[in-house]
């Protein structure tokens, strides 16, 4: 047992989408009011676009290619659409019980984004402190979730964005009764136009995997001021996670968008 003041951290190969987003379902309803905290990087092979839980299957079907012809899944957090590519990809699960986020379940928002921000360095910062949520436009906005903007989203100078800004990172979370999953997404470096992003690689940023991961884990650990203790998953994770996966990988989620598909599934909190 974890005490309060640690963090699980799990570092997955790259891994298809289906596979990525069983494995977050599995560390939430995993998750119960003694757990510690989980956090986890990975990233995703073959590049993905991720849709948004509230989002019409048919924008996907317009998308010309390339972007139109890279394999989909949906994800059961609000937001717009994600092109997954070369990037990393963070989740955080962690109790609603814990100390970090009782009664203030939007800080995570900033705490995981300060984390970024700290590893990104000078000039990255948060479009603003007021008091929207990454995910609150879940029903409407740009079909790709770089393409919006809120306060705590994580931007760079870009003399092309609106405003003279460009999103870099973003995130999004998903609420049951016992805890929190917020996932996002860090652009390293960017091969389809069609999604507006910053990379991290513009901003002398690594464009690696495991060199990006090397520099957010001390970020994030100061953010949330508790350590980092790396670990392996449980096998009970993993067979949670193979079920879940059918469901991700099949057309009654991903297309229809259908709750007895997703049963354990809600919209963000």
């Known amino acids: 047992m974890y005490g309060m003041n640690r963090v699980r951290l799990l570092i997955d190969d790259p891994l298809p989408g289906p596979v ?9 309803q995993a998750c119960v ?17 991720s849709l948004g839980y509230f989002q019409d299957y048919a924008e996907y079907e317009r998308l010309e290619p390339p972007a139109g012809d890279l394999a989909v899944v949906r994800r059961t957090t609000g937001g717009g659409a994600i092109l997954h590519d070369l990037e990393v990809t963070y989740s955080l699960v ?41 995910d609150e436009s879940s029903h409407r906005g740009p079909f790709f979730c770089f393409a919006r903007r809120h306060d705590l989203d994580v931007v760079v100078p870009d003399a092309s964005g609106p405003n003279g800004f460009s999103k870099i990172a973003g995130s999004a979370q998903r609420r049951t009764a016992a805890a929190i ?23 002398n940023g690594p464009t ?18 508790l350590r980092l203790d790396p670990a392996e998953w449980r096998d ?29 599934s809600n919209a963000p909190g």
Not at 39 to 48: D, G, H, S
Not at 236 to 261: C, I, K, P, Q
């Open 20 to 28: 990525n987003m069983a494995r977050d379902e599995a560390l939430l």
């Open 33 to 49: 009011p003694d757990s510690a905290p989980t956090l986890r990087f990975y990233a995703w092979k073959p590049p993905t676009i």
């Open 94 to 134: 962690i109790p609603l019980t814990h100390p970090l986020v009782h009664g203030k379940p939007n800080d995570l928002y900033r705490l995981a984004h300060r984390a970024i921000i700290s590893a990104i360095g000078t000039p990255a910062r948060m479009l603003g402190e007021g008091g929207g949520r990454c």
């Open 181 to 203: 999953l917020q996932h996002g997404s860090i652009i390293l470096d960017s091969r389809f136009e069609q999604q507006p992003v910053a990379t991290w690689k513009s901003h």
């Open 208 to 225: 690696d995997f495991t060199k990006a991961v090397e520099l957010l884990m001390p970020a994030f650990e100061g953010a949330l001021g």
């Open 236 to 264: 009970e994770e993993l067979d949670a996670a193979f079920r879940f996966e059918g469901r991700y990988a099949g057309r009654a989620w991903t297309v229809d968008r259908d709750r007895a598909a997703c049963s354990a």
